[in-house]
């Protein structure tokens, strides 16, 4: 009995150390095995790595960019804007009364204002050089300069000019030092009977011609007669820089032609074009 008891004790010992030895040598195996199987992966992931074909996709359709373009040239350079008539929302209607009482609605934003000043007529204001006749002095001249300030000069007068020392006439222009004049310049023919007088005028440098039947005549400025009808205005013999007043505004004439005449308001130096019409 004693025996089994002892041999059983020593199994038990040997068995303990038994397994410790299986298990270290499977721990072994194992180290070993994982060893092999990594060098396996790592060979496998450099395999892949050097022969790893690159995928060539197909190239992606051209994008039509004409809408995108030309919205942005659509931007860059904006079309243009009209606020004016007849749109009403900058440009209400105007409602106003006449000297008469009437009500007039102003629909077109023409029938007030400086587009309802209607041009009667434009008269031209002229220079005339006139050669009247040889007389002992010289050569006899009407002048006549309708655009001169000075009533004086506007008016005919007769002066006499030779091809002495008296050859200048002073004339409207130029400045109290240096005055403008008409200077005989050339008498062409014979000085008893010439066919034409040759002068210049002294700050302009134009040259004239003149025989006695033909005067020289040229347009220095307008005169313009105009009206108002909403408010049954007249503006007679108007020149440029004079002020007329309608509307409740002042208006100042800038510019007076051949066809038309160009007004300013006064308060915001709006210009309005008004064309001579038949």
Same mark, same amino acid.
């Given at each position: 009995m004693e025996k089994l008891k002892q !041999? *059983?004790?020593r199994v038990k010992s040997d068995y303990a $150390? !038994? !397994?410790l030895i299986f298990t270290v040598l499977g721990l072994a195996v194992a180290v070993v095995v994982l060893y092999f199987l990594s060098l396996e992966e790592q060979q496998k992931a450099t395999d892949i790595t050097m022969n790893y074909e690159r995928a060539r996709p197909k190239p992606p359709p051209s994008l039509d960019m004409q809408r995108y373009t030309s919205a942005l040239e659509a931007s860059v350079n904006p079309g243009p804007v009209d #606020? *004016? !008539?007849p749109h009403k929302l900058f440009n209400p209607v105007k409602w106003i009364r006449s000297p008469e009482g009437r =009500? =007039?609605?102003d629909r077109t934003g $023409?029938? =007030? *204002?400086p587009e309802a000043i209607k041009i009667e007529n434009i008269r031209p204001l002229n220079r005339v050089? $006139? #050669?009247l006749d040889v007389v002992p002095e010289g050569y006899s001249l009407e002048l006549t300069f309708e655009a001169a300030a000075r009533v004086a000069d506007a008016r005919p007068r007769v002066v006499t000019v030779n091809t002495n020392q008296d050859n200048k006439v002073r004339i409207p222009g130029g400045t109290p030092r240096m005055p403008n004049q008409l200077i005989l310049k050339e008498v062409k023919g014979s000085a008893e009977a010439p066919d034409a007088l040759v002068f210049e005028i002294a700050d302009s440098k134009e040259q004239l011609v003149i025989t006695k039947d033909r005067p020289s005549i040229k347009a220095e400025a307008y005169v313009a007669d105009m009206s108002y009808a909403p408010e049954n205005r007249h503006f007679r013999n108007q020149k440029r820089d004079a002020m007329i007043g309608f509307a409740g505004e002042e208006y100042k004439i800038v510019e007076i032609t051949e066809n038309e005449v160009v007004v300013s308001n006064r308060l915001n130096d709006k210009k309005t074009r008004l064309k001579r019409t038949p």
């Open positions: !041999l *059983g004790e $150390k !038994l !397994l #606020f *004016g !008539l =009500i =007039i609605a $023409k029938s =007030i *204002g050089v $006139k #050669f």
